[in-house]
């Protein structure tokens, strides 16, 4: 160094320049490691104190005047040189894949091992002279001329070596920019535009012998580099911007959020999952099914989660509480498909709802259960308006509805209809003589006798005080005759039982035939009428058929 020193050298503009850079990267640097979160700190660090190196050599080089002295920080640069392009690659990889985990130590050792090999091989050319040739030599007589190098295999293959990396650089960001889109993909692009510039230029140096100032245009070509950095960081505030929000979005939120690998492990979770799971630290990289609380379930819910999103509700006895849990597979697209890098699980606190839900089933059920009673009671009134209190007859109010309905069916089906009116015999006399008590039991008793003959299809009505009329459908004039004699002398034959005792009871009948004897309700009920009145006059206890209506005329 006294020696390269005494020699002489000098600080060119382009020395200064590639120092201002170097002061440039050291801001920067030191701004980074002060961020609260920057992801990929690490590599980022070590990837600027590699191309920090690689300049402070070039700038001795630059600044000293003896061929042997520039030499010498020529080959002092290697490490650097090809460490920049090592860590760029790993920052990248970290970057493109949002990996958080800060770089192993092991794994840094290990990267490290090729450029201090190239570093030694380069230091020992003058042994071998594999690395620059013995025709390596200034340019020129003037003094700190820069030195041409002849390349020998070593710096060929370090090149290589380099060079593949610069090359896998470029195809992760090229392929990122790619399967990104809107922002994602212009500060993917942006990271192209960074990966290519020194690339280039060292490409051009390398092969096409380009030089700035005499000298390897890459370290001149950091300058670019710093500056895309400074504007990605601090200008558009790539590194922490992004993430940090995610971040601070994802500890806003009060739903539990996870992250799962594939091997069912806990990789990410918010405050709120923490808050359900009550844990606070040491959770990080722990199976999902050992996590209190929700862990087996959430476990089962994994499980059994198949191919894309899928919602599936979760209810925690323990904590009384409901859920709804989102799994969503998080995946990365891979040229033969899409590869599982794990699940994230969104579990929703749906408890409010849930408990508004089962409230309004309950009260659902409730309004069904008074609805069936409100119907039944309005069949009940109905029964009531249309029946008869004391024999639970219909009274007259229903006639008029069953009539129409059954005449229809007797004119639908050309069948005949009959109805006969029934009155009972001196049921004043019964009345006064036992008392009108004795009276309803009676009525009571005739109407259950009507009833337990009738047919299914017959229907009886109560429409006076001791009236009574038979619907019989499908009934002409003889049989309807035969019906009503049954009936009376059945009704005859035997006593009513009653409050005192079994009375003796009679009836007499008039009967109506549809259509021989009107064509509606009010002309059958008078012929009935008549041909009651004849049974009453003709002596009562008997069953009479209405005239045929130009016989009944006459009669008149
Ligand atoms: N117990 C009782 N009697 C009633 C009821 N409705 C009407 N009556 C009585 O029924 C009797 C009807 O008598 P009437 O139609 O005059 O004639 P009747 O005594 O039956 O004589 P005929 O019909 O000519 O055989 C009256 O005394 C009414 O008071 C009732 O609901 N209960």
Request: hydrophobic share 50%.
């Amino acid at each position: 160094m006294q020696a390269c020193l005494a020699s002489g050298w000098s600080l060119s503009p382009p020395v200064l320049m590639t120092l201002l850079v170097c002061f440039g990267v050291v801001l920067l640097a030191h701004w980074v490691t002060r961020q609260r979160d920057f992801p990929e700190r690490d590599s980022f660090i070590l990837l600027h104190l590699a191309s920090l190196w690689w300049m402070g050599a070039a700038a001795l080089e630059m600044s000293f005047f003896a061929a042997e002295c520039k030499m010498f920080w020529a080959s002092m640069a290697w490490p650097g040189i090809v460490s920049t392009p090592t860590f760029w690659a790993v920052f990248l990889w970290q970057y493109v894949n949002s990996m958080r985990t800060p770089l192993p130590r092991s794994s840094i050792l290990g990267l490290s091992l090729v450029p201090l090999l190239v570093w030694a091989l380069a230091l020992s050319n003058p042994w071998h002279g594999l690395f620059y040739g013995a025709g390596s030599a200034p340019v020129d007589d003037s003094p700190g001329a820069p030195v041409r190098y002849q390349h020998g295999p070593l710096f060929y293959a370090t090149a290589v070596y380099v060079y593949l990396f610069m090359a896998f650089c470029m195809g992760v960001v090229s392929r990122a920019a790619a399967l990104s889109q809107g922002l994602h993909r212009r500060h993917y692009l942006a990271f192209v535009l960074v990966t290519a510039v020194p690339w280039v230029a060292n490409v051009g140096y390398v092969v096409f012998g380009w030089t700035l100032f005499g000298f390897d245009p890459t370290p001149f070509s950091f300058a670019f580099t710093l500056a895309a950095f400074s504007w990605l960081i601090v200008g558009v505030r790539l590194f922490d911007l992004l993430p940090v929000a995610r971040h601070l979005l994802l500890e806003a939120l009060l739903d539990p959020v996870l992250v799962i690998d594939p091997r069912g492990r806990v990789i990410e979770a918010n405050p709120a999952a923490l808050k359900l799971a009550g844990l606070q630290q040491g959770w990080q990289g722990t199976e999902l099914g050992q996590w209190p609380v929700f862990g087996a379930d959430l476990q089962r819910l994994l499980n059994e989660a198949g191919e894309g999103d899928q919602e599936r509700p979760l209810t925690l006895t323990s904590a009384a509480r409901y859920y709804e849990v989102r799994v969503r597979a998080i995946e990365r697209a891979t040229r033969h498909g899409p590869t599982l890098l794990g699940h994230m699980l969104y579990v929703r606190d749906v408890t409010q709802r849930h408990l508004s839900e089962l409230k309004l089933a309950e009260a659902l059920a409730l309004s069904e259960e008074r609805l069936r009673t409100i119907s039944n009671l309005h069949e009940q009134l109905r029964e009531q308006a249309l029946c008869d209190p004391l024999t639970g007859l219909y009274n007259r109010r229903y006639l008029d509805e069953f009539f129409s309905r059954e005449l229809a069916r007797a004119q639908r089906e050309n069948l005949p209809l009959a109805l006969a009116l029934i009155d009972l015999d001196h049921f004043k006399r019964l009345n006064d003589e036992c008392g009108h008590l004795v009276g309803d039991d009676v009525l009571k008793a005739v109407a259950k006798h009507l009833l337990d003959n009738l047919r299914s299809t017959d229907a009886v009505f109560r429409i006076g005080g001791e009236e009574f009329l038979l619907i019989l459908p499908g009934l002409d004039a003889q049989a309807a005759m035969a019906r009503l004699e049954a009936l009376r002398t059945q009704l005859s034959q035997v006593g009513q039982p009653t409050r005192i005792g079994t009375l003796p009871v009679t009836l007499s009948a008039g009967i109506a035939i549809w259509p021989a004897h009107g064509q509606g309700l009010d002309s059958l009920l008078q012929a009935a009428d008549v041909a009651l009145y004849r049974a009453k006059r003709d002596g009562r206890n008997r069953v009479e058929v209405a005239l045929p209506p130009a016989e009944a005329n006459r009669a008149r």
